[in-house]
């Protein structure tokens, strides 16, 4: 059985670290098993540790495939996964950012640091300057990113965002709506309303 729907990968962004709380590995793996149970490729950032390595070792563990994108100066301090489907090696951040983005048709944020936040405000400013047009949702198990949110909202108060361009990123509880509300974006069926958690 093949997927037929527009999506058929996805990048997720998330922590390289083991030391957050639990449930978001926790929250990285059930994201996995859906994606797996959905023939949703996995894009990310090539690692076997933290909320990274649980993601994909979930859709790996399900059967599924996953491409991890990693510059070469990090092999060895995120620990290359070299059991992934596909592991591309780049030259430089900026590759891999560019790559990860080419190869995915939407994007899921999960819980991490700054990485993850340069990464999500990296592919959110590229679809406010048009040259993407790929939805973007962040997971929000339990309050992570309800800080990132407000800042969104301050800037817009500020006059420095624009609303519509702060409502490119939906916040989501959880992997279902995540996964559920980039296909609605997707295919244009539905306006969810995500974006205030
Ligand atoms: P973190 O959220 O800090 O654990 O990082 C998550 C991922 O973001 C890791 O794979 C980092 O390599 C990656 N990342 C992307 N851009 C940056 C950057 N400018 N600084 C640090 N990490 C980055």
Request: aromatic share 4%.
């Amino acid at each position: 059985m093949t997927n037929s729907s527009p999506l058929k990968s996805i990048c997720v962004y998330c922590g390289s670290s083991d030391n957050g709380p639990a449930a978001h590995r926790d929250l990285a793996r059930d994201l996995g098993r859906k994606m797996a149970a959905n023939q949703i490729q996995l894009v990310y950032g090539g690692g076997r540790v933290g909320v990274m390595g649980a993601v994909a070792n979930a859709v790996l563990e399900a059967g599924g495939v996953v491409t991890g994108v990693i510059p070469d100066f990090l092999l060895q301090r995120e620990h290359g996964h070299h059991d992934v489907t596909n592991l591309e090696v780049v030259p430089s951040m900026h590759v891999r950012k560019a790559r990860m983005a080419e190869l995915s048709d939407a994007f899921i944020v999960l819980p991490g640091g700054l990485g993850t936040l340069e990464e999500l405000f990296e592919i959110m400013t590229w679809r406010q300057l048009g040259l993407h047009d790929k939805p973007i949702m962040v997971i929000n198990p339990d309050g992570h990113w309800d800080r990132l949110r407000e800042l969104i909202d301050d800037l817009v108060a500020a006059g420095y965002a624009r609303p519509e361009n702060a409502r490119l990123v939906h916040f989501v509880a959880d992997p279902d709506s995540a996964l559920a509300g980039l296909k609605a974006q997707l295919t244009g069926t539905t306006h969810i309303e995500t974006g205030r958690l």
